[in-house]
């Protein structure tokens, strides 16, 4: 949810030209992080939420790409993108430690 939050406070500063681009692409895999995360837990199954876990890894590998590619454009510079970046870093840790713990649990 923090980055979430992050990543709307980031593309609040995007031009409105780009409203319907980056913004809008950013905003929907934040928001299909925790959304995915939740969704998963719910289904009260372990390769559901594994499944769900990898759904949300990708949304991670978006943003960090979608964060390169605003700074490469000029949308924003890093100091202002660092503190995003490193919550989707500290994020796509966490989802990949998940998925591997309930992996070896499942297979055990």
């Known amino acids: 949810m923090e ?3 992050a990543i709307y406070a ?3 500063q995007f031009p409105d030209t780009e409203k319907f681009g980056l913004t809008s692409q950013l905003r929907r895999a934040a ?3 925790p959304s995915n995360v939740a ?5 009260l199954s372990t390769p559901a939420y594994i499944l769900h876990l990898g759904h949300a890894r990708g949304s991670s590998a978006e943003i960090e790409t979608q964060i390169s ?3 490469a454009v000029g ?3 890093v100091k202002s993108s660092e503190q995003a ?7 796509g840790r966490m989802l990949t430690s998940m998925i ?3 992996s070896a649990k499942k297979s055990a």
């Open 10 to 12: 980031l593309t609040a």
């Open 75 to 77: 949308l924003c510079d």
């Open 100 to 102: 591997k713990t309930l």
């Open 85 to 91: 970046a490193l919550l989707n870093s500290e994020v």
């Open 31 to 33: 928001v299909g992080i």
């Open 3 to 5: 980055l979430a939050v």
């Open 69 to 71: 590619l605003a700074r």
């Open 39 to 43: 969704e998963g837990h719910s289904k």
